[in-house]
C-alpha cells in the first residue's frame, strides 16, 4: 500500500513537470521545471515599441516575483509539452524624435534617430508632431502609434516626414523650374 502510494506520486509529480523557457533572452530554450509543483511560468513584460519594461526579469518556471504581475513581469499556465511563456521579437527599426522649442514653438528634428523595438507580427510604426502641434497636444517619442492628440504616424523605417514638410520639398523645384520659364 505505502509503495503504491509512493508510486502514484511519482508518477503524480513526473506528469505535473511543465515546461517553460527558462534564460535571460527570448532565444532561451524550453526545459522542464526543476520544481515540480510549479504550475505557471513567467517572463518579462514587452510593451509595443519601447521593449522590455524591466531587462532584469527573466523567463522562469513559476510565477511572477512578489507584485510584478501585470508590471514588469506576465505569468500563464504551462503544461509538461509546451512552454507558454515564449515571446518572438521583430527586428529592431528606427525613428526620428522630436523637441519643442519653447520661443519658436515649434518642434524641431532631433538629429539622432531612436531605436524601437517590437514583436514579431507588429508592423513598423512612427509618429511625430503635426503641423499645429504645441508641447502639450503632441507627447510621443517617436516610436509607434500616436498617444497624444495632435499627431500622425508613417510605417516605414526612419520615416519622418510631415505632409507640410513634403510639401516643401516639392514646390521647391517646381518655383525653380517656374522662375526658370518666366
Ligand atoms: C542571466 O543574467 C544574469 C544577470 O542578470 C547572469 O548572471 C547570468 O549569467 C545570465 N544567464 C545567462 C544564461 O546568460
Ligand atoms: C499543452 O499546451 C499546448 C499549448 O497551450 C497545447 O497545444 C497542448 O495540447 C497542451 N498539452 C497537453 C498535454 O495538455
Ligand atoms: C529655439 O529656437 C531659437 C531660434 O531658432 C534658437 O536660437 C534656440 O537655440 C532654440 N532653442 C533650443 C532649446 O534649441
Ligand atoms: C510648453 O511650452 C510653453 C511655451 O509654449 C512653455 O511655457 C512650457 O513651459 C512648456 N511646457 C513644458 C512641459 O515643456
Ligand atoms: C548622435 O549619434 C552620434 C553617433 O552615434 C553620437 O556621436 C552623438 O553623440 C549623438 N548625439 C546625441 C545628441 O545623442
Ligand atoms: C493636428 O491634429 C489636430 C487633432 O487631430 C487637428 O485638429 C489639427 O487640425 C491638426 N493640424 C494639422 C496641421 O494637421
Ligand atoms: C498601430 O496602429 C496600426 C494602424 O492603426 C494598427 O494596425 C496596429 O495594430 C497598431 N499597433 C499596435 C501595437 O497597437
Ligand atoms: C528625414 O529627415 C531628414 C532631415 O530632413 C532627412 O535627411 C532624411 O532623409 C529623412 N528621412 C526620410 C526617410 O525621409
Redesign the pocket.
Request: hydrophobic share 0%; aromatic share 12%; net charge negative.
Given at each position: 500500500m505505502k509503495l503504491f502510494i509512493v508510486l502514484a506520486a511519482c508518477l503524480y509529480a513526473a506528469d505535473a513537470t511543465i515546461k517553460c523557457v527558462q534564460g535571460n533572452t527570448t532565444s532561451s530554450t524550453a526545459s522542464d521545471c526543476t520544481d515540480a509543483s510549479a504550475t505557471k511560468c513567467s517572463w518579462p513584460k514587452f510593451k509595443?515599441?519601447s521593449g522590455f519594461v524591466d531587462s532584469t526579469v527573466k523567463f522562469a518556471c513559476g510565477a511572477c516575483a512578489g507584485e510584478t504581475k501585470g508590471s514588469t513581469c506576465e505569468e500563464c499556465t504551462s503544461n509538461s509539452t509546451v512552454a507558454c511563456n515564449t515571446l518572438e521579437t521583430g527586428a529592431d527599426f528606427k525613428c526620428h524624435s522630436f523637441t519643442y522649442n519653447t520661443s519658436t514653438k515649434a518642434f524641431v528634428m532631433n538629429a539622432n534617430t531612436t531605436t524601437c523595438k517590437r514583436l514579431k507580427t507588429?508592423?513598423i510604426?512612427c509618429n511625430k508632431p503635426n503641423g499645429t502641434a504645441t508641447n502639450l497636444t503632441y507627447t510621443d517619442n517617436g516610436c509607434?502609434?500616436c498617444t497624444s492628440t495632435h499627431c500622425e504616424?508613417c510605417t516605414t523605417d526612419s520615416c519622418n516626414k510631415s505632409n507640410a514638410l513634403r510639401l516643401v520639398a516639392l514646390f521647391v523645384p517646381v518655383i525653380a523650374i517656374l522662375y526658370h520659364l518666366f
Open positions: 509595443e515599441y507588429t508592423t510604426s509607434g502609434n504616424t
